[in-house]
């Protein structure tokens, strides 16, 4: 088949792999229909997320025809037309019996931390991803489901991990009538948490970042105010003003690892390897809040060792929440959602790039060419 391959930061192509096959009874192998490249995976190819190898394939945002399924599998069968969560998870264990798919214990070595994620880094279990023709998809009974007849594959495919965290991170905020939300990051996931903000009752939402046409996105789809952060000296302290000095009540981090940092914090990230990026996002949203807001937190961090402002967040009696999303989770509201017209996902989607192409395609996803907010990638 053929499959993106990574050769290093900055350096991907296609290659020729061999197909995936059944390893366990429960895999099901899913003929990829359509993917997407998500902003988290530009930590893998800015080579800023650690024991990301040579030869791995990305995505984990996927949907498909499932192709064969293993003698264990009960819920699908070949032919059927499936969405599949980034988590990879079994379950049945500790965590996933709580809900949380993302923190399962069965699927990842280092699972003292992250579950597995696909195409993610052999730091979250080292799976193949589905920016590829054919993927393994482990645990097909739990994972994947049906995409109902009414959904658009392009709506489907976002509801597999951007829709469904940008929604996520608007709950974690604890949004209540009223509030005052700020956005941090005007990318896809942060578009989709400040339009989710809306639906959770917030009164007003801001959405920060230093793109023109990204805040332009923001206004007209998001229906936000913006700030960008370029244009102040500090932005915490237009943050203060526009918020009655007082800060809003609402955080959400929606950057993570990749946020504009200091040189050294880049040095040590992408150079050396030994943290996963810069904080400055986070700390933003920690000096940005009211004393006694929220901050949620769902940009993707590899580890990180410069200094997070945990003090002043302890001082202003902060509440800080934060995980991977567990996507199945977020599947029935959001279904209805966008079955009464609320949201439809692929508004946002700017650019698709043949698998052959993908190359091209992180390219202008990364350096933010032609107005790009939304990559997909068709095999």
């Known amino acids: 088949m053929k499959a993106m391959v990574y050769r290093g930061p900055y350096k991907i192509r296609v290659e020729e792999k061999p197909e995936p096959i059944i390893e366990h009874p429960n895999d099901?192998?899913?003929?990829v229909t359509l993917a997407a490249i998500c902003g988290s995976d530009l930590h893998l190819y800015h080579g800023m997320m650690p024991d990301?190898?040579?030869?791995?394939?990305?995505?984990?945002?996927?949907?498909?025809?499932?192709?064969?399924?293993?003698?264990?599998?009960?819920?699908l069968q070949p032919g059927d037309r499936v969405m599949v969560p980034?988590?990879?998870?079994?379950?049945?264990?500790?965590?996933?019996?709580r809900g949380l798919y993302a923190n399962c214990h069965n699927v990842n070595p280092n699972a003292t931390a992250v579950g597995g994620i696909y195409g993610y880094s052999y730091t979250c279990g080292g799976y193949d991803g589905g920016q590829a023709e054919y993927v393994r998809v482990p645990f097909a009974d739990v994972g994947p489901a049906r995409i109902p007849d009414w959904m658009s594959d392009?709506?489907?495919?976002?509801?597999?991990?951007?829709?469904?965290?940008?929604?996520?991170g608007a709950q974690l905020g604890d949004i209540v009538e009223g509030d005052t939300v700020v956005v941090f990051g005007a990318g896809p996931v942060g578009l989709y948490a400040a339009r989710s903000a809306w639906l959770?009752?917030?009164?007003?939402?801001?959405?920060?970042?230093?793109?023109?046409?990204?805040?332009?996105?923001?206004?007209?789809?998001?229906?936000?105010?913006?700030r960008n952060f370029a244009e102040y000296d500090d932005i915490v302290v237009e943050l203060k003003r526009s918020t009655g000095h007082l800060g809003a009540d609402v955080a959400?981090?929606?950057?993570?690892?990749?946020?504009?940092?200091?040189?050294?914090?880049?040095?040590?990230?992408?150079k050396l390897k030994l943290q996963g990026g810069s904080p400055i996002a986070l700390n933003w949203a920690i000096d940005g809040v009211r004393k006694g807001g929220t901050i949620s937190v769902m940009g993707a961090?590899?580890?990180?060792?410069?200094?997070?402002?945990?003090?002043?967040?302890?001082?202003?009696?902060?509440?800080l929440r934060m995980n991977q999303c567990p996507v199945k989770r977020q599947w029935p509201r959001l279904f209805e959602h966008i079955r009464n017209g609320y949201l439809s996902p692929s508004e946002i989607v700017t650019h698709r790039f043949p698998l052959e192409h993908i190359a091209e395609g992180y390219h202008t996803f990364s350096a933010k060419l032609d107005g790009c907010i939304k990559t997909l990638i068709v095999p």
């Open 28 to 31: 099901a192998i899913v003929k």
């Open 52 to 75: 990301t190898r040579v030869g791995m394939t990305f995505g984990h945002e996927f949907i498909g025809v499932v192709e064969r399924v293993g003698p264990s599998v009960q819920n």
């Open 86 to 97: 980034f988590n990879v998870y079994c379950g049945s264990c500790y965590f996933c019996a």
């Open 154 to 168: 392009e709506d489907a495919v976002l509801l597999t991990d951007a829709m469904s965290t940008g929604y996520f």
């Open 200 to 226: 959770m009752g917030a009164g007003r939402v801001i959405v920060v970042d230093h793109l023109e046409y990204r805040l332009e996105k923001a206004r007209t789809w998001a229906f936000a105010e913006t």
């Open 252 to 270: 959400i981090d929606a950057v993570g690892a990749e946020a504009d940092g200091n040189f050294l914090q880049h040095v040590t990230a992408a």
């Open 301 to 319: 961090y590899g580890p990180i060792f410069s200094a997070v402002k945990f003090g002043d967040a302890m001082n202003k009696g902060l509440t």
